[in-house]
């Protein structure tokens, strides 16, 4: 409901990515959890930019404040 218009496909390619998370976290490796985050962040942004979303920049959280792993740079004027 919230978000309308995305194509399943978007969402569904991610499925890979989060499983390489999950599968990092089980294994209790940091080195493949670091390279997984990155690419599921990758994957995020990639969908981001294709839905003309590219305000909402995904990144490695940098602290532990709320929202760090999100970035909101300002919109380029046309």
């Known amino acids: 409901m919230l978000y309308s218009g995305i194509p399943v496909s978007n969402v569904t390619t991610l499925k890979d990515p ?14 493949k959890f670091a390279k997984a985050f990155g690419n599921l962040t990758e994957g995020c942004n990639s969908c981001h930019t294709s839905m003309g979303r590219s305000f909402i920049a995904i990144r ?4 532990p404040q709320p929202f760090g792993n999100q970035l909101f740079p300002p919109q380029r004027k046309p």
Do not use: E, M, N, Y
């Not at 989060?18 to 080195?31: C, E, F, N, P, T």
């Not at 490695?60 to 602290?63: C, D, I, N, W």
């Open 18 to 31: 989060l499983q390489s998370v999950s599968d990092a976290i089980a294994a209790k490796d940091g080195r």
């Open 60 to 63: 490695v959280p940098t602290g």
